[in-house]
Each structure stands twice: as C-alpha cells, then as structure tokens.
C-alpha cells in the first residue's frame, strides 16, 4: 500500500527536549515505509513564518518525496499576503494554521481575509479541532463559503461526535486520523463520514508512527478502504502526480504490528463512556486484547471512578469473574475515606483483585492534602500495588509528595499513571518502588525513552487505557521503542508479574 502522511513536522520547541529534527523525521518516515509525506518547519509556527516556510521548501528541495506545508501567523498581518504568493508560486498545496498556539482566533477579520486569498487557488487548509468546545463546528462554520478543503486534526474521544456530527453537514471537512485513540474510531469514522473523508497523518517524529498505522491497519474495514485512508485519499485531494512515489517504499502488509509477547496491560478501564465507542463489556475488552496480543489486564471500574465508588466496584466485580485474564483494581476515593477502606478489604478477600486505583482528578483531590494522604496511607498500610492519577496542575508537586510515602513504605508498589518524560522520571530516580506506565491518547516514545534511561526497565510497565483509548495504538508505541530482548520482557510483562505476584 502507498502510505501519504498528512502530518509531520520538523524543528525545535522551545518547551520541551524531544529529538524533531529533519534527519530523525526522515528516519522515521523511512523506516516505516511512507512514501510521501507533507510536513513544516515549526520556526514558522513558533517565530517567524517566512523564515519557516524557507526552510521546509530547502526541505522538500533535498527531499522530494516531503511535500511543503506553509504556515501563516495572521497576528503578524502586513506582509501575509506576499508570504500566500509566495508559497503558492513554489507550490503549496497545503497551508496549516495554529490558532491556539498562537492564540488568534478563526472568528477574526485577518483569518477571514487569508481564507478569501487561498479560496480558488486549489489550496488545502489544515486546523486543529481540538481545543474549546465547539472548534470543530466553529471552523466549518467559519470557513464553508470559502469552497477550499479543510483538514481537521487532534479528533479524539471526547470531540469525536461533534466532528462526526460537523462532517456530515459540511463535505469541505476531511479528518486526519493521527488522534483517533479510542477503540474502534476508525471503523467509526468510516461508518458514519466514510473512508474517503479520512486521511492518515502520525505526527511524527514528536509522535508515534506505528501508532498511528496500528489504529488504520487494526480497523474492521476492506483493504481498499485502509488503502483509501492511507494515500489513496491525500492523492486524489492534492492532485498529487503518483509519480512522486516511484521508488519509494510501500506498506508491505495490511496487518497491524503487535509484539511477541507475553504481555500484561497494567491500565485498563470497563464501563460506559460518554463518548461515540462500543460498550461491549468484558467481551468487548477480551476482544481488543486478543487483537493486539495481549494476555493479562488489571481494569478499574469507569462508575467508581467518575460516580459511585461502591456500585462500580461490585459491578467490575461481577464483569471479571470467570475471566481468568482479567484482574481488577479496587477504586478508591479520599472524600470517602471509611467506605474506601471497606472496599479494600471486601475485594482483597477475591482473588482476581490485585491492587488499588485513586484517580486525584475525578475525586478533586491531591496527593498533598490531608484527605489525600490518608487515603494513601490506608492503601500503603495494605501493601497491594497502587497505581494513581495525579492532579493535573502539578504533576511533579504530586511526584515529590508520592516520593516521600515510597520511602516510607519501601515494600509498598505505587504505579503512576500516564508517565511523564526524563525530567519527571529524575524526581523519582532514587526510590525503586515508583514505577511508570504511559497508557493514554498520544502516544511519544521519546518520552519512555527517556524513562527508561533514567529509571531502569525494571521500573517501566506496559499500559493502554483501555477500554477508554485502543489498544493497538498503543502496541504500536512500545514498538517504535524499539525495546531490547531484556527491556521487553521487563516491561511488556515480568515488572506487573513481579509487584502483582501474578
């Protein structure tokens, strides 16, 4: 299959510490077989278009098979329309713009005035649809009289049945899959929009590339249509020449990519979500593990954490028994701390329990507060694995504080949810009992990359938050790791064997 990516950038952020540079992009990209890929300069994005723009076209110049994505920044306003002619004459097709980022809105006059320039001259336009509620209607609205063609990326799980809804009024609308992280959202997407609206893009090199063709190769769909989202899409909407193809690499499988096991997914979620995805219960998530080769999963009910703390944890209860694969957490909560001890000690009398989750942002709680840290000394006192989602708005706050009770409780497992980088991974280095699994809607390898090197492989799990987000996505992540023999045995499966005594 002709692979066409839809997405890609290069440079530098000023922000964090990943590795974006033109060679690792192109590594990426070949190593994954795509044979054209649209891309730009975040010089463009973050300082200055012109100099930005420059410097993808000098890219696609030394790699043909990269195709310009321009930018323009409308707050710099007096010279964006020479910059639109510009690009045009050197032959971009695609301009990407970055609202948020930049922190201008598409209900302004300059955006108005840059769409009425582009509006005839075969261009395509590519926008976020992440972000406020409503972006995604916001920008059909905005940009329908105009008859260009509009890329939306970032659509997720909790956007999704708003973009579905925007798309089936306004064919104008294409979506880019690179977000589509939750179970099934490709089929989904082709059921309700079809598969000639969507187009394949990965992100890369900040984001996972076999992630992002696990999500289209895993689908339930023919293999005309993966062909379709893939590139067939992206030449059709560019009046790409295939001939800038030839000699490239093609996608030699239709299959996804999974990885030789065993492996155990330390993060896993049943219950019904507020989002356009199946609810197909333990069968449902026992179907999505067999797909992508997983064995074992530990699972939290969905009710307990977002509502009832005691029906929720009787209901997963009674989900899991019989299913040998599937062991649970006890959910916890600091606002009901007595209840929360009851239930530790009902469900650690079953088997198939095998440790705690305490989600600080659905309680509204923190790591640092007195409630918090009783509720965490009552799962300590126990010994039985904790694995924890921090408060959001302070993530290393919360680290420092988890660290102090680790080193207190040296034989006590704490497990933090969603990871973080190296520098998050440092606050932790010195206490073996925190570990990190990185299960979620994105997807960096750079990241666990780098806590691997600062925490070990001993300390590193396997996770994918599902029945929330998909779990071949995330296969895909742990591959572009490119893990070693030993690394992947540690942290596909022996390190939860290990501290659940599986």
Same mark, same amino acid.
């Given at each position: ?8 950038? +290069? ?80 032959? =971009? ?56 063609? =509009? ?35 490709? &089929? ?49 909407? +560019? ?26 997914? =330390? ?11 199946? &609810? ?67 469900? *650690? ?12 942002? *659905? ?45 207190? *409780? ?17 606050? =932790?280095? &010195?206490?073996?009992?925190? *570990? ?10 750079? &990241? ?55």
């Amino acid at each position: 299959m002709l692979v066409i990516d839809v997405n890609t950038h +290069f440079g530098m952020q000023a922000g964090g510490n990943l590795d974006l540079s033109l060679p690792r992009l192109v590594q990426e990209l070949d190593s994954h077989r795509i044979a054209l890929a649209f891309t730009g300069s975040l010089r463009g994005v973050s300082y200055d278009h012109e100099a930005g723009n420059r410097e993808t076209l000098q890219a696609t110049e030394r790699y043909p098979w990269l195709l310009p994505a321009a930018t323009l920044d409308p707050r710099r306003y007096l010279d964006w329309e020479a910059e639109v002619e510009r690009c045009l004459q050197a032959g =971009v097709r695609l301009f990407r713009l970055y609202p948020e980022q930049q922190r201008w809105t598409i209900a302004s006059t300059p955006f108005a005035d840059l769409m009425a320039k582009l509006a005839g001259t075969g261009a395509v336009v590519m926008l976020s649809g992440r972000g406020a509620a409503g972006a995604p209607t916001a920008i059909a609205q905005t940009t329908a009289e105009y008859g260009l063609p =509009v890329i939306l990326t970032d659509t997720f799980y909790a956007n999704m049945g708003e973009v579905i809804a925007t798309a089936r009024r306004h064919p104008h609308l294409y979506i880019e899959t690179n977000y589509l992280s939750s179970p099934r959202a490709v &089929d989904i997407m082709v059921g309700e929009i079809g598969a000639h609206r969507l187009l394949y893009g990965s992100a890369a090199p900040e984001y996972s590339v076999q992630r992002a063709l696990n999500e289209v190769l895993e689908a339930d769909i023919s293999d005309e249509e993966k062909a379709a989202i893939l590139g067939q899409n992206a030449l059709r909407l +560019f009046r790409l020449d295939p001939a800038l193809a030839a000699g490239r690499p093609r996608l030699a499988s239709a299959e996804m990519v999974r990885l030789p096991g065993p492996i155990i997914d =330390v993060h896993c979620h049943l219950g019904r979500w507020q989002f356009p995805m199946p &609810d197909d219960g333990a069968e449902g998530l026992l179907a999505l593990m067999r797909q992508a080769g997983v064995d074992k999963a530990v699972i939290s009910s969905a009710q307990a954490i977002m509502y009832d703390l005691c029906g929720g944890n009787r209901w997963l209860s009674e989900a899991i028994a019989g299913h040998p694969e599937l062991l649970g957490y006890v959910v916890v909560n600091p606002n009901y701390l007595e209840q929360s001890c009851r239930e530790l000690d009902r469900y *650690y009398a079953l088997p198939n329990f095998v440790g705690t989750k305490l989600h600080m942002y *659905y309680s509204q709680d923190t790591t640092r507060s007195s409630s918090g840290q009783a509720m965490l000394r009552a799962v300590a006192e126990r010994g039985r694995p904790l694995k924890i989602h921090v408060e959001e708005g302070d993530p290393v706050g919360a680290l420092r504080a988890l660290r102090e009770l680790a080193v207190e *409780y040296p034989d006590w497992s704490i497990i933090k949810a969603h990871g973080g980088n190296g520098r998050m991974a440092e606050v =932790v280095a &010195d206490v073996p009992n925190i *570990y990190f699994e990185y299960g979620g809607s994105g997807g960096r390898p750079q &990241d666990i990359r780098q806590a691997l090197d600062v925490l070990g492989p001993r300390r590193v799990m396997f996770g994918s938050d599902a029945d929330l987000c998909d779990i071949g996505k995330q296969i895909g992540v742990y591959y572009d790791l490119a893990l070693s023999p030993e690394e992947r045995e540690l942290v596909l499966s022996a390190n939860a064997s290990r501290i659940f005594k599986l």
